[in-house]
């Protein structure tokens, strides 16, 4: 009697297509979930407002988008670069016009790196993952960097954009004389990944801007995000 028992490798296909699958499902629902809890939409169409915190030669570059729009919070934008890199910027509304250097506050510390309570970015393929504090937000009238790098480097600081480069295995951002946090990033695997952090002041609307890597030896030149910014 000839054994037709199937081969293993066949087996251990239809597993990793089963589990890819169910990786995909986990998030559409959770977006899904995050969209209804947030009274938000989901677009494709880039928003002026954040293509225009670029060059015209990196807007050429910039595919992928999704802008998340929320009820309870100012939108957020994502973007693809050259396959191999992403970007994010979000939005804050700031309680009064002061100079940029007059708002950051920064501390090299072990940063909080439990997710619970916050909403997981949608498909994150990056090797930083980032989640964001559900509920409202109001204005803000000062920015707490909490970081725990092995490098920060500045690359740009006015009154108007600071740029830094982080090689670091978590950080948070946070508003205000509070302990809260808004949003957080944890590396896969605690390991020390290449991080570029900008934020871009415009009157009383704030911005904040970080360029991801996609590959983990994919590397992020220092002043890469800087020179993506418009001056």
């Known amino acids: 009697m000839v054994n037709k028992t199937k081969p293993r490798w066949k087996i251990y ?21 995050l969209v209804a809890k947030e009274g938000g939409d989901i677009s494709d169409v880039p928003l002026p407002e954040f293509n ?10 910039l595919n992928g988008t999704t802008v998340f729009y929320s009820k309870v919070k100012q939108p ?15 939005k804050l509304i700031l309680s ?11 501390q090299n510390k072990h940063s909080s790196n439990d997710f619970d309570g916050f909403d997981q970015a ?11 504090a559900s509920g409202k937000l109001g204005s803000i009238s000062n920015i707490k960097v909490t970081y725990q790098a092995i490098l ?19 950080f948070s951002i946070g508003y205000d004389d509070t302990s809260d946090y808004d949003i957080l ?38 002043d890469m995000l800087y020179s993506f910014i418009q001056k």
């Open 13 to 33: 296909f239809r597993i990793a297509i089963a589990i890819v699958i169910l990786y995909v499902l986990f998030d559409v629902v959770k977006l899904f979930f």
């Open 52 to 61: 225009n915190l670029f060059t015209k030669e990196t807007q050429s570059k």
């Open 76 to 90: 957020e934008s994502r973007y693809t670069f050259d396959n191999n890199f992403r970007i994010e910027v979000y």
């Open 96 to 106: 009064q016009d002061k100079p940029l250097t007059q708002l950051l506050n920064f």
């Open 122 to 132: 949608f498909g994150d393929v990056t090797q930083m993952e980032l989640a964001r």
């Open 152 to 170: 920060f480097k500045p690359i740009a600081e006015n009154d108007s954009v600071a740029c830094y480069f982080l090689k670091t295995n978590n």
């Open 185 to 222: 990033g944890n590396s896969k695997n605690s390991t020390d990944v290449e991080l570029g952090l900008a934020f871009v002041k415009k009157h009383t609307s704030l911005y904040i801007i970080m360029l991801l890597t996609k590959d983990k030896n994919q590397s992020i030149p220092p």
